[in-house]
C-alpha cells in the first residue's frame, strides 16, 4: 500500500507511515479503526492501555510508532518511527531499582523520578506475577496511572 504525505490523504490504517498490520490489529485492539481517531490521541496513553490491556509490556520502540502516528495525524510530517526515540528514552527515564520477587518470574522494578515508574513487573507471556503500577510523567500530557491485573 502506498503510504500518505499528509494527514488528510491517509485514508486507512496502513496507508500512515509506519503503520503496517501488527501495528494496525494493536490499533484496532485499542478502538482506533480509521486514521482520524488518531487526532488528538496521546501515545503514551495509547501505548499504557496497550500493555493494560494485553497485560504484558510491549516492545518500547511500539512506543515511538505511536509517536510517530498521532504526530503525523496531527499534520506533522512523515518521519520513521525510531526518529522518536530519543524523545521517549528522555520522556522515559529507565533506572533499575530492587527486585522484590524472585526473578525468574517477574520483570526486575524500574523507578526514576519525573519519569517511568513501575512498582511491580507485568505478567509475562510465560507468566508472572501479573501486576504493574505504572505511571507517567514528562512528557506533553498530564501524569497517568494505571494498574495492569
Avoid at 51 to 74: N, S
Avoid at 78 to 84: H, Q, S, T
Wanted: glycine content about 8%; some cysteine.
Amino acid at each position: 500500500m502506498e503510504k500518505a504525505k499528509t494527514a488528510a490523504d491517509a485514508l486507512v490504517l496502513e496507508a500512515i507511515p509506519n503503520v503496517g498490520p501488527a501495528v494496525t490489529a494493536y490499533l484496532h485492539q485499542l478502538g482506533i479503526q480509521t486514521p482520524v481517531d488518531l487526532i488528538g490521541q496521546d501515545p503514551y496513553v495509547l501505548y499504557q492501555q496497550l500493555c493494560a490491556q494485553t497485560g504484558i509490556m510491549h516492545d518500547p520502540c511500539l512506543l515511538d510508532t505511536f509517536i510517530a502516528v498521532t504526530r503525523f495525524m496531527a499534520g506533522e510530517p512523515p518521519l520513521p518511527w525510531w526518529r522518536y526515540t530519543k524523545e521517549r528514552e528522555k520522556s522515559l527515564r529507565f533506572l533499575p531499582a530492587r527486585a522484590t520477587q524472585q526473578p525468574s518470574r517477574r520483570k526486575p522494578s524500574i523507578s526514576a523520578e519525573g519519569g517511568y515508574t513501575a512498582s511491580r513487573p507485568c505478567q509475562s507471556v510465560s507468566g508472572g506475577c501479573g501486576h504493574v503500577d505504572i505511571a507517567w510523567s514528562g512528557h506533553d500530557s498530564p501524569q497517568h496511572r494505571t494498574s495492569l491485573r
